[in-house]
């Protein structure tokens, strides 16, 4: 494609030592869980703020009938359990956009509490768990090896509902409810299913069941709970506290989490500096979601602060960072560049001149239809658009860079 700055007479592009700011570190993880409508219905994976458990954003879950059940994450991809079609089998997604594939069937029959699975981090080995029963999965072909049946249960009634491995490989279970809103908290030995209790929890007035637990890298215990609906308040996103026990709800949720993974967030960061638009703004990007040449969809790249009612294109290059002089800004990317079409940036109605308009692009999308660029690629963007308040040749709206590498 064209290089955007191909017959622009700007003078000589002598190439300038980069002083550059970065963005403050992103999250070390994100929050994913698979739920249905509250209606009943179709499957949802939607990525959560690690920290208030807010949905961020949305994809649905493809392939007829996968009725999921626990998450892991592993591979840059997440794992879960599928009911139907029987018999019930393993299924991996894409985080960026829920594209799935199928991997194979576990043999098993139709079991809906007490199915779960995580990866432990520390060897690379995955683990499944049934009411009774205790696995190691292999991700590829979804075949199961027996590590034994659960072993040191506090009470003849109890079974297992979930399970959760830490980074360091220690891996909790949870038990059933006694009926009086407690369960029984364990540690478990990940070579022989022996559980060890540690402790009661409790949701006051909470009874049902702990859907799936996952720890972040931070070592926090996270928590999808369903109420049997004698308390639908209760039903939610908790934190369990390792050292108290206490349980803390983080967001109440209509529908009740099936599974729930925290999985690494994108490595990404600005730098280079926007243009002072003509209104006083200046133009400021971002990307959000997990960008990959193998999804459909899944990473924005957007500028804020920009002029209304104008059209802009995103700049991109697999080179260098550059501090180029251009349009009276700043070019931050070096040749060769390719660009994505323009887009308008919306805002307020014409006749206002404000700084309420948005470019946004989804990369991944542009990437399906227009460009291979291989997993690992670090890449640069930069939004680029005309300014109708600033006179030629200098009527350029101009964003800081984006920097990111590719995921898988």
């Known amino acids: 494609m064209k290089d955007l700055i191909t017959g622009l007479v700007l003078g000589p592009l002598t190439v300038i030592p980069v002083v550059c700011g970065s963005a403050g570190a992103a999250q070390s993880d994100w929050l994913y869980g698979v739920r249905s409508e509250p209606s009943g219905g179709s499957f949802k994976l939607e990525r959560m703020d690690p920290g208030s458990g807010s949905v961020v954003s949305t994809s649905a879950f493809s392939g007829a009938g996968t009725s999921p059940y626990g998450l892991a994450y592993a591979g840059e991809r997440l794992f ?3 009911l139907f079609p ?3 089998r393993l299924s991996k997604h894409h985080p960026a956009d829920a594209g799935r594939q199928a991997i194979g069937s576990l043999g098993l029959s139709y079991q809906w509490i007490g199915l779960g699975l995580d990866l432990d981090p520390s060897s690379g080995v995955m683990y499944f768990s049934t009411k009774w029963q205790f696995y190691r999965i292999n991700p590829t072909n979804g075949s199961l090896a027996s590590v034994g049946p659960y072993i040191g249960f506090v009470a003849p009634w109890d079974q297992i509902e979930s399970i959760a491995i830490d980074s360091n490989g220690q891996a909790v279970a949870i038990g059933m409810d006694d009926g009086s809103t407690r369960h029984a908290f364990y540690d478990l030995d990940l070579g022989t299913g022996q559980l060890t209790w540690i402790a009661d929890i409790l949701i006051a007035n909470g009874h049902g069941w702990y859907w799936d637990l996952a720890f972040n890298t931070s070592g926090e215990l996270w928590a999808s709970f369903m109420d049997n609906g004698l308390n639908p308040s209760a039903q939610g996103l908790y934190k369990i506290d390792r050292s108290s026990f206490a349980v803390t709800l983080v967001r109440p949720t209509p529908s009740y989490y099936y599974g729930i993974a925290f999985v690494p967030a994108t490595a990404q960061a ?3 500096v926007g243009k002072l638009n003509s209104l006083g703004c200046v133009p400021e990007i971002v990307g ?4 990959s040449p193998t999804a459909a969809s899944g990473y924005t790249i957007r500028a804020t602060e920009v002029r209304n009612r ?4 995103l700049a991109f290059s697999a080179g260098a960072r550059a501090n180029l002089p251009f349009g009276g800004g ?3 990317l070096t040749s060769p560049l390719r660009r994505t079409g323009a887009r308008d940036s919306g805002g307020s109605p014409a006749g206002v001149a404000d700084c309420s308009g ?3 692009l989804d990369f991944n999308t542009w990437m399906a239809h227009n460009a291979t660029l291989p997993a690992g690629t670090t890449v640069r963007a930069q939004w680029l658009g005309r300014d109708p308040g600033l006179a030629a040749p200098n009527n350029w709206s101009i964003s800081n860079a984006l920097e990111f ?4």
Not at 310 to 313: H, K, L, M, P
């Open 310 to 313: 104008t059209t802009g294109t």
């Open 80 to 82: 879960t359990i599928n």
């Open 86 to 88: 029987f018999p019930t």
């Open 405 to 408: 590498d590719l995921r898988p």
């Open 270 to 272: 600005t730098y280079c």
């Open 358 to 360: 948005v470019w946004q």
């Open 330 to 332: 700043t070019l931050c």
């Open 288 to 291: 959000d979601g997990f960008p």
